[in-house]
């Protein structure tokens, strides 16, 4: 086997300190990984992203092929294996049952926020399988803020369960003043690397909730809105002809080419090209 090969069978895991309720692992080739029956005391759910395995989850045997996800509560026995030799690529995802339990809590599934088992053991629903694989790549790249990445999690785990266990929307009584108290927390702390959990303490709101009513509200998510925040408050430095990379590191942007991106998204133009002309 070449060393290609070799590194293609190899399980890659992801961790990440800021963000300890989740752990992801993604296999390339899962012709040589074969799994004893085991369970986790995490919360775990899987994509398959090419080929077919067979999959056992307590009593149930499924064969699965790419585009199905399997869904494997805290210490339920399971095991995931390729087919005759056949090719297979997967993704899973390992997650803490107290803080999904918080979550489903705060959406209405959980009466006392502990962990509520789901009782589908796999969906081939397209939407869970894209929402899944992108929260993969998002959380791999090092150009993703925190709070974007907390905010991606808590949007697809509030996707599942609204797709496996429906519960009834929330009502919108809360008080805008609390939306308007989150905004303001973020225009005035813009510039630094803000946690999702410091905008929900300021607001007094939890974060799935603010996830979902501060982009009804403001017409974009908490991440949209600080970066867009971050733009304003370059354009008043670029405006007083300051060093571009200065203003880049002093609005919040981890480097010169992540600032540039999002001014050009937002204004349809380089932040070079809005200094020259700010005078004019």
Request: with cysteine; net charge neutral; glycine share 6%.
């Amino acid at each position: 086997m070449n060393s290609n090969a070799r590194e293609s069978t190899q399980p890659r895991f992801w961790r990440d300190a800021a963000l300890p309720f989740i752990e992801a692992r993604a296999v390339e080739d899962g012709r040589k990984v074969c799994y004893a029956p085991h369970c986790h005391e995490t919360f775990s759910i899987g994509a398959i992203t090419a080929g077919c395995s067979t999959y056992f989850n307590g009593d149930a045997r499924e064969r699965l092929e790419r585009g199905a996800l399997v869904i494997i509560n805290p210490q339920t026995v399971h095991a995931c294996n390729p087919i005759d030799g056949q090719p297979w690529s997967y993704l899973m995802f390992y997650v803490d049952a107290g803080w999904l339990g918080a979550l489903q809590g705060e959406l209405g599934a959980s009466a006392d926020g502990a962990f509520k088992p789901y009782s589908p053991i796999l969906s081939r629903d397209p939407a869970l399988f894209a929402g899944l694989t992108q929260l993969y790549a998002r959380l791999l790249d090092p150009q993703i803020e925190t709070l974007h990445k907390q905010s991606l999690a808590v949007e697809f785990f509030s996707l599942l369960q609204q797709t496996l266990a429906p519960v009834p929307s929330l009502s919108n009584a809360e008080p805008l003043r609390q939306l308007q108290r989150a905004a303001d927390y973020i225009a005035d702390h813009c510039t630094r690397a803000l946690r999702l959990e410091d905008i929900c303490q300021a607001a007094g709101l939890s974060p799935s909730y603010l996830i979902r009513t501060f982009k009804q509200h403001y017409g974009m998510t908490p991440h949209a809105y600080l970066l867009n925040r971050r733009i304003q408050r370059s354009q008043h430095w670029l405006r007083q002809d300051r060093d571009l990379a200065e203003v880049a590191l002093a609005a919040g942007f981890a480097d010169q080419a992540h600032f540039q991106r999002t001014f050009k998204r937002q204004l349809a133009a380089t932040p070079g090209q809005y200094r020259d002309r700010s005078g004019q």
